[in-house]
């Protein structure tokens, strides 16, 4: 059951037909991935190696507005129980026709509980999403190495 993930299973499927349309049998494909100039400004995608860890995430806008991007129990236990029991532990941000200039994006882990399993977070943010100037970038951070608000990445958009 993919519905909890379904637009980023779409947004991957697009994409992948965006930039192999010429390789794939298309005809059979259903109406709604074959978006004629599929292209997404930004998009960040966030995969985490323990679905029970608690972190948020804050995005600084030119303008200095913040979105904060919570994943505690608090305020998204719905989230994280779906997550444990669908198997699944990734989130996708899109960014368009937003502020334009230098964007922030910052991190840090809200538990300082241990568990068994080690919390990485792989952050990749791909700019002209689904497009042939498509550019990606891969970090990957170890969370509890993260308990105060650390910068994870600045980007220009």
């Known amino acids: 059951d993919f519905t909890p993930i379904e637009d980023i299973v779409f947004n991957e499927f697009r994409s992948l037909i ?32 323990n679905p029970q860890s608690e972190f948020e995430v804050q995005f600084v806008s030119p303008s200095k507005k913040y979105f904060t991007w919570q994943h505690t129990y608090f305020d998204n236990a719905d989230l994280i129980a779906q997550e444990i029991e669908k198997g699944f532990a990734l989130k996708e941000f899109i960014l368009e026709d ?12 809200t538990n300082d509980a241990e568990t068994a399993t080690p919390t990485y977070l792989k ?17 990957v951070v170890d969370l509890s190495n993260h308990n105060s608000k650390v910068t994870l990445d600045r980007f220009f958009y």
């Open 18 to 49: 965006a930039h192999h349309k010429n390789k794939i049998d298309y005809k059979t494909l259903p109406s709604e991935f074959m978006v004629a100039g599929f292209k997404k400004d930004v998009r960040i995608v966030l995969e985490y190696t």
């Open 98 to 109: 937003n502020d334009y200039g230098n964007w922030i994006v910052n991190v840090r882990q």
């Open 123 to 139: 952050y990749t943010i791909y700019k002209d999403y689904g497009t042939p100037q498509e550019t990606k970038k891969v970090k």
